[in-house]
């Protein structure tokens, strides 16, 4: 990933019609969890008329508590494909935690004969899981969204990278998600946006910023923007490539993590700040 031996390569890389790169920018607005066939076609459609090619799927949820939803796992990918493809949608997100996911959304995909294709995510709790960094890196099929260790230092997730790079997989997006912080916060995590352009410093990778995970709540500020978006601006400003945003038809009955999920009526406006924020650095 440009880190060892000194390489200089070009940066980012190709994947099913869409190129992802230090010097692109993607919105990854969708659903944290799908519930059901109606929410995700409402998801769908609403990025259908923003324009948009990509989004954000949980199908596979890992879960703090053992008695929290979990997902609907294999279950939900014939319709999330099949609305995929039928809304345009290019790339979608989905956080794996073992093999045997890969190989499911391998299946189903082929199954739908959908053109849509997969990032595969790793999560911040599978941040050191070498077994699954070696799996997500030793097919070559899917590109992995990396997301950084909640709890480990920024050069360990970068080492976590190259495991997947090692195992032969170099299509790896870094995100930034915040870090865990033992002084407590307004937010769910301790916004970690000023690492952007450190990880465009010190690989290759494109890098993407989750402020939905980082924020943790929908809370508006006094200047009527919602925390979130501050939150996404701010890495836009610092050179993210990609932004991953929660949102959801009925916030109110999401069934993971719904108080940081944005109401989809606003993903317009959310969307537009960020053109104007791209537009103007
Ligand atoms: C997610 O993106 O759905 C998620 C659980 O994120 P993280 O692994 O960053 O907590």
Redesign the pocket.
């Known amino acids: 990933l440009g880190r060892h031996r000194g390489q200089v390569e070009p940066t980012g890389f190709d994947y099913n019609g869409v190129h992802f790169g230090q010097d692109t920018f993607h919105l990854f607005a969708g659903l944290?969890a799908v519930d059901n066939p109606a929410n995700t076609e409402r998801m769908m459609a609403a990025l259908h008329e923003q324009g948009l090619q990509a989004t954000?799927m949980?199908a596979y949820?890992?879960r703090t508590s053992p008695y929290d939803f979990q997902g609907h796992g294999a279950e939900c990918l014939p319709y999330v494909f099949e609305l995929a493809g039928k809304y345009g949608i290019r790339v979608v997100a989905m956080?794996v935690t073992e093999a045997r996911h890969i190989e499911e959304i391998q299946t189903e995909l082929d199954r739908a004969g959908s053109p849509t294709g997969v990032m595969l995510?790793v999560?911040?709790?599978n941040a050191q899981n070498f077994e699954l960094l070696k799996e997500v890196g030793s097919q070559t099929r899917f590109p992995v969204l990396y997301?950084r260790g909640f709890g480990i230092t920024l050069e360990e997730s970068l080492n976590a990278c190259e495991y997947i790079a090692a195992s032969g997989n170099r299509n790896v997006v870094f995100c930034l998600?915040g870090v865990k912080s033992h002084m407590g916060a307004p937010h769910r995590n301790l916004v970690d946006f000023a690492h952007v352009p450190v990880v465009k410093r010190l690989t290759r990778m494109p890098v993407c910023v989750?402020p939905s995970?980082s924020v943790g709540n929908r809370e508006r500020s006094p200047d009527g923007l919602l925390e979130v978006q501050h939150a996404a601006g701010q890495g836009l400003i610092a050179g993210a490539n990609m932004v991953?945003a929660d949102f959801h038809p009925e916030p109110e009955r999401a069934l993971v993590d719904g108080p940081q999920a944005l109401h989809l009526e606003e993903l317009p406006y959310f969307r537009q700040d960020l053109a104007i924020i791209e537009e103007a650095y």
């Open positions: 944290c954000r949980g949820k890992p956080e995510q999560g911040t709790r997301k998600r989750d995970h991953l």
